[in-house]
């Protein structure tokens, strides 16, 4: 059976310092995995070269038997749907809530030109599910640490994934959020045919959900 997810031999070098290197691992759809370490030790990094954000110094990527390259990151990006406040809290600021959900739709950092109406109903409709609808016009850098993961998850599932990239979900949240953020993450694998590759270093965040 050919992998969702497939690595060979993957490394990154900046500088004179590998962030990572020979990373071998194979994802098979529904298998649900666990990628745990402790901060600073490069799951971010690789979570991005993983979703076509960053370019890896050496190493291969396939994605259901296809090898991405430049010419088809755009592509495999909307299938690939990467939640990450830490690399993408770098990127958006005062951006509104419903561009950010937006951009999803194309695995891309920003809204392209060809967005339709029913983009924008699709977009409001994840925010409706997420209780999220009335900050679909809010700057992105004014909401809880909570909401924004909210945001990246509703703005994964705009280009219908087969995979989630989940970086460090629960970093920074309080009890009672941490606990709704795993239950939406629980219905969500319920209600959606989606594969969770989690990042995590709290070993009790390793749920029965990962096999």
């Known amino acids: 059976m050919t992998a969702l997810l497939e690595v060979h031999d993957l490394s990154l070098k900046i500088g004179s310092k590998y962030i990572f290197d020979n990373v071998n691992v194979a994802v098979q759809g529904g298998e649900n995995c666990v990628l745990f370490g402790l901060n600073g030790c490069g799951k971010t990094t690789l979570l991005s070269v993983l979703s076509g954000f960053q370019a890896p110094s050496h190493g291969e990527i396939s994605w259901q038997g296809q090898l991405m390259d430049q010419e088809h990151f755009a592509d495999i990006r909307k299938e690939i749907g990467f939640v990450s406040s830490s690399f993408f809290g770098k990127i958006f600021r005062d951006e509104t809530v419903l561009d950010i959900v937006l951009s999803g739709k194309f695995g891309a950092l920003g809204v392209q030109d060809d967005i339709t109406g029913e983009d924008i109903r699709n977009a409001k409709a994840l925010l409706d599910i997420f209780g999220l609808r009335k900050t679909a016009r809010y700057p992105y850098d004014i909401l809880s640490k909570g909401q924004q993961q909210i945001v990246l998850i509703a703005r994964a599932l705009m280009g219908h994934p087969k995979l989630l990239l ?5 970093s920074g949240l309080d009890i009672i959020a941490k606990e709704r953020f795993l239950y939406v993450i629980r219905t ?24």
């Not at 989940?166 to 629960?170: F, H, K, T």
């Open 166 to 170: 989940l970086d460090e979900p629960c």
């Open 188 to 211: 969500l694998l319920s209600q959606y045919d989606l594969t969770l590759l989690y990042v995590t270093h709290q070993p009790d965040e390793i749920t029965n959900l990962f096999s």
